[in-house]
């Protein structure tokens, strides 16, 4: 069962930062793209930045586009989620997920082919 395996979740105060990894190593195809989700407290799991990864191009949800960004070392699917000015909205469970097969789902859609088990961030104000 391939799996992707995300770390760098935390607690820290409002206007913090943190950097999120997503290690992708055990995915032997070559991903149209991987993406971020989060999932907030009673809230539906939404994708927040979706990087392409043929080309590199980027996307980012409006509530963190400015604040967050999405990259990736191509040679082992890795990706990274440098996130900046955090709120305590950002609060949540932060997934992410990766597509090999067919089109990319983007962020509206969550037909990904594998997910991570999440990692919690907690922002305080």
């Known amino acids: 069962q391939v799996r992707l395996v995300e770390s760098g979740g935390g607690s820290v105060p409002a206007g913090g930062s943190l950097t999120l990894s997503c290690d992708g190593s055990q995915i032997v195809y070559n991903t149209i793209c991987m993406t971020w989700f989060r999932q907030a407290p009673g809230q539906e799991r939404e994708g927040i930045a979706v990087i392409y990864s043929a080309h590199g191009a980027r996307d980012y949800a409006d509530s963190v586009k400015g604040r967050f960004v999405i990259s990736q070392v191509k040679t082992n699917n890795t990706i990274y989620l440098q996130m900046n000015s955090l709120t305590p909205e950002d609060t949540g469970l932060y997934y992410c997920?990766?597509?090999?097969?067919?089109?990319?789902?983007?962020?509206?859609?969550?037909?990904?082919?594998?997910w991570g088990q999440g990692t919690q961030v907690t922002v305080s104000s």
């Open positions: 997920a990766a597509g090999v097969v067919g089109r990319c789902p983007g962020l509206e859609s969550q037909a990904y082919d594998w």
